[in-house]
């Protein structure tokens, strides 16, 4: 699985959870093409951000490109774990 938090570098410089592979702004222009050069298609996609909203837009746009094997974790404000700072 690919792990991938969609928030802003901003926010994933403040803490993220152990594992994420990448960093891709999903509100930033160009998160398409940074996810197809970064992401296989042929491995499950697992996205989150800080509430859950992000990572719906993230995996709806990830779905428009190709990818069909995408877990949406939701917010990282509701992991129960700690996160790497």
Known sequence: VTVVDVRTAEEHAQGY????????????????????AKLPKDK???????SGNRSKQASE???TIGYTNIYEFGGINSWPYEVVK
């Open 17 to 36: 959870i152990p594992g994420t592979d990448f960093n891709i702004d999903v509100l930033e222009d160009g998160y398409e093409a940074e996810a197809v």
């Open 61 to 63: 746009k990830l779905a």
């Open 44 to 50: 499950p996609v697992a996205v989150y951000c800080r």
